[in-house]
């Protein structure tokens, strides 16, 4: 009798188990497709730090000036807007599996540009398709791993393409070191090709073949990602559609309504202060910034400290990554943005006084490792801020500004070099690190631990701050 009695407890244990393997290997699956095929977007948005020192050479086959190489370093980000364009005429028409495939074959055309390129006008080619690659792929990216994961887990795939883009600057900064520049963009296209072959196995998001009247699927896809509870939730989804069935095509008019233009302006505010906090800077010129503070004068190799940055920005978001499990969003905003504005003060007040030692060093990583949640930002707010009817146009329109002013800021590096001094330089990246922290604290809402129609809820109401915010929950026929 006692053996009978336990015997349902026993199977009960053994499907748990079954059950918690499978979501583990369904999680590794999604992590290594993300990753991958983030890491070549990675590799070139930090190609430029490795490739303007060998093409300045003497020897160098396509001979440049600083001119020439702010164009080589800034227009990949000048194209990721023809990029978000792209993906978000096509991320709702042929859905976000097809589109990630198509950005690792241009990504990967884009390496093999680069690597063939005899001339500066076939350079500029190469990165200007990397450029659009990436635009595809930081909108389907966050959208589509967004949609497919649990949301327990959703803050680390949502900061996941920053992870795989800070491993791609550390590998290219690595193979930089050691390697001519056309062998490294050769390299660069294997990530792509991995990537591919990863997102044949995974299935369509089942939001989007919800939108396109495919329940049945719909509903193999999330029982695919997560066996438990996926009738109940495909329910929800399509009993949400159904209010939008009388609603005219979607168009850019709804970017006006509230649950969507509040987001947006919240979005597009803090992207652009981030641009302007240096992070990207650093990146694409690292080389050149560690030339600029001194740093070569210790003896030590400029791109050795290169990787070094590079590798402090992949551990620290590692770290933060997984402290987005258990750290609220807006106190992981504020924390980075405190920290970017107290280093880079610092690190400009450094070079002011013209303190060229080791400290100065420690200086420069440490801003780096401080500034990598100013990286994950857009990341996640791309992720969770807009409504699932809005979430192509928006994340499409946020992404298109967000890249033009990246390449502004890199642009503008020699003039900021020039005129402003590397002192100053700093000093404004502090005080743009500041003020995004202030403006976090002001509006950012709170979204860890929250469904994506949960947080569609909260921009219904008429929250502008969020400690002045309204907890009154929306009814289903007033959403998007």
Request: net charge positive; aromatic share 10%.
């Amino acid at each position: 009798m006692e053996n009978s009695e336990n015997q349902p407890t026993r199977n009960n244990d053994s499907l748990i188990e079954v059950k918690n393997r499978r979501d583990l290997l369904i999680t590794i699956i999604l992590t290594t497709g993300l990753f991958v095929g983030g890491t070549s977007s990675g590799m070139a948005i930090g190609y430029s730090a490795v490739l303007l020192p060998q093409l300045k050479l003497n020897s160098s086959a396509i001979p440049i000036d600083d001119h020439m190489g702010s164009w080589i370093a800034s227009i990949i980000t000048a194209a990721m807007p023809v990029g978000s364009v792209i993906s978000a005429v096509i991320i709702d028409k042929i859905g976000r599996v097809i589109t990630f495939k198509i950005q690792c074959v241009v990504v990967s055309i884009a390496w093999i540009i680069v690597a063939s390129a005899q001339n500066y006008e076939f350079m500029l080619l190469g990165r200007f398709t990397a450029g659009v690659a990436s635009g595809i792929g930081v909108v389907v990216g966050q959208v589509y791993f967004t949609e497919v994961c649990r949301p327990n887990i959703r803050g680390i795939l949502s900061a996941g393409p920053f992870i795989s883009y800070s491993i791609g600057i550390l590998i290219v900064y690595a193979l930089g070191a050691a390697m001519p520049w056309r062998l490294v963009a050769g390299l660069s296209t294997i990530p792509g090709i991995i990537a591919i072959i990863i997102f044949c196995v995974l299935p369509e998001s089942h939001i989007w073949l919800v939108k396109q009247n495919r329940n049945e699927e719909a509903m193999k896809a999330l029982t695919w990602f997560r066996a438990n509870n996926a009738q109940s939730e495909i329910k929800q989804i399509i009993s949400r559609f159904e209010h939008q069935k009388t609603e005219e095509k979607i168009s850019y008019k709804i970017l006006f309504v509230p649950q969507v233009l509040k987001p947006l302006c919240i979005t597009i505010i803090l992207n652009v202060l981030q641009t302007l906090s240096g992070v990207y800077i650093v990146v694409f010129y690292a080389v050149d910034i560690i030339s600029g503070i001194g740093i070569e004068d210790l003896e030590i190799s400029d791109m050795l400290v290169a990787v070094i940055t590079a590798l402090v920005r992949t551990l620290v978001t590692i770290i933060f990554c997984v402290l987005l499990v258990y750290m609220s969003r807006r106190s992981f905003a504020l924390v980075s943005g405190v920290s970017g504005t107290v280093f880079a003060l610092i690190l400009g007040t450094c070079l002011y006084f013209n303190i060229t030692n080791y400290f100065i060093q420690v200086c420069l990583v440490t801003y780096v490792a401080a500034t990598v949640g100013l990286l994950l930002l857009p990341g996640i707010m791309l992720g969770e801020l807009f409504p699932i009817k809005a979430r192509g146009v928006a994340g499409g329109l946020s992404h298109t500004i967000y890249s033009l002013s990246t390449f502004g800021v890199a642009k503008a590096y020699p003039f900021f070099k020039e005129y402003l001094k590397m002192y100053g330089m700093f000093w404004l990246f502090s005080l743009s690190s500041f003020l995004l922290s202030l403006i976090a604290y002001l509006v950012l809402p709170e979204t860890r631990n929250k469904t994506l129609l949960e947080i569609e809820d909260y921009f219904l109401e008429k929250n502008l701050f969020w400690m002045n915010r309204k907890h009154k929950t929306i009814s289903k026929e007033n959403v998007v």
